[in-house]
């Protein structure tokens, strides 16, 4: 089993910037893919970025791309969501998680969440 715990998330106004931090315990992660995700609510889960295992391969979501950027240290089971020029339109519950492979299957452990609320 692993456990992900996310931190970081908190009130912003537009134009801020954020930090979000995924910490993976339990089971080991090596290898492992690692992903953000967001919910708004009323709104369906939506894909912001996805790193691999390595670092050397990332992926982002077009609402996201230019202002997110993932990035993880292996050495301390961290994977991180550097958020600039936050819109309010990007309020919203976010979500690390992990995947065995990079280019394929699905998300097999996720955290709890931490809620990030931009102002205008």
């Known amino acids: 089993q692993v456990q992900l715990v996310e931190s970081g998330g908190g009130l912003v106004q537009a134009g801020g910037s954020l930090k979000l931090s995924c910490a993976a315990s339990g089971r080991t992660v090596s290898g492992y893919a690692m992903g953000w995700f967001r919910q708004a609510p009323g709104k369906e889960r939506e894909f912001l970025a996805l790193?691999?295992?390595?670092?050397?391969?990332?992926r982002y979501a077009d609402s996201v791309k230019g202002r997110f950027t993932i990035s993880r240290d292996n050495a301390k089971n961290m994977a991180y969501l550097q958020m600039n020029s936050l819109k309010p339109e990007d309020t919203a519950v976010y979500y690390c998680a992990t995947k065995r492979a990079y280019t394929s299957g699905a998300y097999d452990y996720w955290g709890q969440g931490t809620q990030v609320t931009v102002s205008s």
């Open positions: 790193i691999s295992w390595s670092g050397g391969s990332t």
